[in-house]
């Protein structure tokens, strides 16, 4: 057989796709969502059809294969943690006098205080960011209840050190 096939075939475009993810079983709730709203906009939004299991098992059912890998990368977003230190990209949530808060991951929000927003004094929050923009913030840490603390200022720091050693300059 091997003479036959040397290489197996690739599969066809047409073919229908099965994918399975995991997720904690006492969340099962937090991915139907309230009257099943959450697994619905998943199904809409990639076209697959999604089967979850008691222990947490998730099949993902899908005929294209844009549209099964959109539905697990949505899933495994739900179900990602903040990591300390990583850098997230969201959108501003609110805006308060001591700082804003932006969505880290979906339903997960973190507040960048006024302090970590810029370098140097930031005497109004919206002098540098506005609720709904688009950021990209650092990771500070994670509270014993669970309130996420960010920087953008960390964040930009990061990005003029790393243009700075791209461009050869270096910090001695």
């Not at 969340?27 to 309230?34: D, K, N, T, Y």
């Not at 990639?46 to 959109?70: C, M, P």
């Not at 179900?79 to 990209?89: A, N, R």
């Not at 609720?131 to 003029?160: H, N, P």
Request: aromatic share 4%; hydrophobic share 35%; glycine share 12%.
């Amino acid at each position: 057989m091997a003479e036959s096939i040397s290489t197996p075939n690739e599969l066809s475009p047409h073919a229908p796709r099965i994918v399975t993810v995991k997720i904690p079983p006492d969340r099962i709730g937090e991915l139907i969502g309230p009257g099943g709203k959450n697994i619905k906009g998943i199904q809409a939004e990639s076209g697959a059809e999604i089967n979850i299991e008691d222990d947490g098992t998730v099949h993902i059912y899908a005929s294209k294969a844009e549209g099964l890998e959109r539905a697990k990368s949505m899933i495994e977003r739900m179900f990602q943690e903040i990591e300390v230190g990583k850098t997230y990209t969201g959108k501003v949530v609110s805006i308060t006098a001591f700082g804003a808060f932006m969505e880290v991951l979906p339903g997960k929000d973190g507040l960048i205080h006024v302090s970590e927003l810029a370098e140097g004094r930031t005497e109004n929050v919206e002098d540098v960011v506005k609720k709904g923009q688009i950021i990209t913030a650092k990771c500070l840490g994670v509270d014993e209840k669970g309130r996420v603390k960010m920087s953008r200022r960390a964040w930009l720091r990061e990005q003029k050190a790393a243009e700075a050693e791209a461009a050869g300059v270096t910090g001695d």
